[in-house]
Nanobody
Framework: QVQLAESGGGSVQVGDSLRLSCTAD?????MGWFRQSPEKEREGVAA????????YYADSVKGRFVVSRDRAKNTLYLQMNNLQPDDTAIYYC??????????????????WGQGTPVTVLE
């Protein structure tokens, strides 16, 4: 079992930035960020491989969001820039013991955090 804990959510204005963090209690391989708003299904946002530099992004955030990890601290980050109202959602950290080939589907991830809310105000 892997415990994940997100932090860093909040309310911001359009165009602002936020950085989300997710701390794992042990090393995992593929880690990713998903988001869900009341009107939409859970959407994969970004993922990063356990080893090596590979990162993956949904088209909707490419060029604005950056996923990274500090392997020594078992911590995952999501730097979100130029935030827009459509980015408003609960953001979840997720992980599984395997190799990333893309952001993937939520069903591929075994471990989930409790979520942190992000609200982008117009």
């Amino acid at each position: 079992q892997v415990q994940l804990a997100e932090s860093g959510g909040g309310s911001v204005q359009v165009g602002d930035s936020l950085r989300l963090s997710c701390t794992a209690d042990k090393f995992t391989w593929c880690m990713g960020w998903f988001r869900q708003s009341p009107e939409k299904e859970r959407e994969g946002v970004a993922a990063i491989a356990g080893t090596g530099p590979s990162t993956y992004y949904a088209d909707s955030v490419k060029g604005r969001f950056v996923v990274s990890r500090d392997r020594a601290k078992n911590t995952l980050y999501l730097q979100m820039n130029n935030l827009q109202p459509d980015d408003t959602a609960i953001y979840y950290c997720a992980a599984f013991r395997g190799n990333c080939n893309g952001v993937g589907r939520s069903s591929e991830y075994s471990y989930w955090g409790q979520g942190t809310p992000v609200t982008v105000l117009e």
